[in-house]
């Protein structure tokens, strides 16, 4: 692709180990667009939690009691096919965006990304200093200046850890809980207490020591890129028929040799957070965080050439001259996203807030019953997947069926789940074959909130037997 070999900032020394990335921040208006977004995701990662819609939390993930919400729905296991409607469609949701606008979720939507970015990365910077004088303070002695500046970083890296923790342990046991663990002695939340400075560690350690490392080496998603991009997909990309051969300023050496617009001054490695060189094509390590395309445009402005250097494109753009459009793939894939979700969306909000699983009674055959009935024995579970409690009852389609409780379902409180024992009864004159479909009617608090479906078992054309 490119005329000349370009190495770029190796993430590895020549011995094999790891060289420490120092990337420069430029602020430019895609860097600004970025901020904003962080700052708006930040306030909500960190106020979900107390979030409330209709009760319920905004957002919750709680593996041990099999409960989750989400945007104030409750789902049980008994919902397992839409958690599977849900897995399938985010898969297909992921594939299809990175196939139309690569991996840009990365630089601008990851948690890892914004947290280290916008939040660790900015209190480094605040303490130490630019990539210069980070470089030379690593490097030096220590020295009580280093011990005030690196012991003061430190510190708050762990601090604002804690407060990552305790808000991602709110996401897993709830904000009630949380508080619980917060406000109450020790020994009584022995659990949540340990959790809570586990996270702490795992988080403190990924973005004081790991850093970049998670989005070239670990996360499966800079993997999965490199098998899902082609030549139509939009990336962060480098204008290399525009840009070669690239060199410094000079009046002489332009007329002798005219050279393309990159003045070769690695703006765009200094700012890359993986360390990476744009110039040498599309990479799994690039994230699409769009700091290259802001340094890049500064240059340019300068030396009074046309942005976009660096900018969003394609391969094929490239090529042909193309300037970057919302081209017909583009759209057609954004059109089946939107589809997908706006199924899922239906299903969600179409799901009955009461969940009902009848079954008979095993081993048990009919049994003959005064008024010339035949009756037969079944076990329901009830869920009530509501913040109310709900009163439930069943009532039959057909009204020559009657139900006899034996324990009935009555108030159901919010989010529990309840036995139910009953008889079916049907006069044995209605009764037309030895399997019978029944259909019995929900009802919440005299509303009908669905229906479901059993068999029953009765004599073939009157024969009396048990």
Known sequence: MLSTPITGQPSTTAAGGRKWLYPLVRKGKLYNYRSWLSYAYLLLFFAGPFIRINGNPLLLLNFMERRFVLLGQVFWPQDSILFVLVMLVGMVCIILFTIA???????WICPQTIFMEMVFRKIEIWIEGQPQKRRKLDEGPWTNEKLLKKGAKHLLFIIVSFLIANTFLAYIVGSEQLINIVSEPIGLHWTGFISIWIFTAVFYLVYSQARELICTVICPYGRLQGVLTDKHTLVVAYNFLRGEPRGKLSKKEAEASPKGDCVDCDLCVAVCPTGIDIRNGTQLECINCTACIDACNQVMAKINKPLNLVGFYSEEMIRENKKPTFNTRMAAYSTVIVVLLGVLTYFVLQRNPVDVTIMRSAGMLYQEQPGGYISNLYNAEVTNKTNADQHIELVADDPAVRIKYIQAPGILKKEETSKIVFFLLIPEANIRSAKTDITLHIMQNKTDA?????????????????
Not at 450 to 466: A, D, R
């Open 101 to 107: 606008f690569g991996r840009i979720f990365c630089g």
């Open 450 to 466: 669905g229906s479901i479906s059993t068999t029953f078992i009765g004599p073939v054309n009157g024969e009396g037997s048990k």
